[in-house]
């Protein structure tokens, strides 16, 4: 789908790149884990509307270990990672309480909230990157999670979308 010497020669990583919508990066997970956590989201914040989970990457079974918030090591296997695009405009201050809500459950990484603070923006990876084992594919549509509990929606998975393919295409032989 992509030239691999474009990408070996420009080492190009295209990022799609929000405030106002909530866009999350759920790394080592299952795609299980993930759509629960979305339901439960759109349970608890039903403004967040609509949900795409899209497949990132794939850690291929390494093993390896994390040291939680509190300090503990835990061991991991390293499993899939996914995004999580949801549809509805909520609101930059709306999007940094969440993501810090998910901080503090340990959801996503403490890190988070400095890279968050520093650049007052969510971005995901949409293009294919170069990696020096080879090159990581570009983040592709997997599941879909409708909001039973809200019914407007603003349409941000359909401006992601527009954006995932027009960057596709940049990558094109």
Known sequence: MYSEQYLQQHKL????????HLCIDLDDTSLYKVTKLVQL???DYPELGNALIMYSSNRKDAKGSRIDRHGIPRHTFKRESYHVIFNNNIGSTRCWEIIGTLIDLD??????RQ????????????SPMVLSGGIKSEPKPCRTVPSCCYGKQDGMIKQY???????RNLFLH
């Open 13 to 20: 990583i295209i990022g799609y790149t929000t405030s106002q």
């Open 41 to 43: 989201m759109q349970h």
């Open 107 to 112: 959801i996503e990484p403490p890190q988070v």
């Open 115 to 126: 890279i968050r603070a520093r650049r007052r923006d969510m971005t995901l990876r949409v």
């Open 161 to 167: 979308l527009a954006f995932l393919y027009a960057a």
